[in-house]
């Protein structure tokens, strides 16, 4: 069993894609940042939450909110999403 998230299966089909009508542009270079969280914030504490972060253009953008699952579900992947 596993957890993920993805972008258009959340409910924002124009997240992630290529043309000037998606927020992040596939078709120009870009980061994504991944950071994993712990509890209690060290590098040894239990894992609480991955966040997802994309730069383009010099701007940060931060991870499409999961609106299948109504408001506030968030945009990142924790125990409560899974």
Do not use: W
């Amino acid at each position: 069993d596993g957890c993920d998230y993805n972008n258009y299966r959340m409910g924002e089909t124009s997240f992630f894609g290529k043309g000037q009508d998606f927020t992040v542009d596939s078709s120009k270079p870009l980061t994504i940042v991944t950071q994993f969280l712990t509890h209690d914030s060290t590098d040894t504490g239990d894992l609480s939450e991955i966040k997802r972060f994309y730069v383009q253009d010099g701007k940060v953008i931060e991870n499409s909110e999961a609106t299948i699952l109504g408001p506030n579900a968030g945009n990142s992947v924790t125990d409560e999403l899974c």
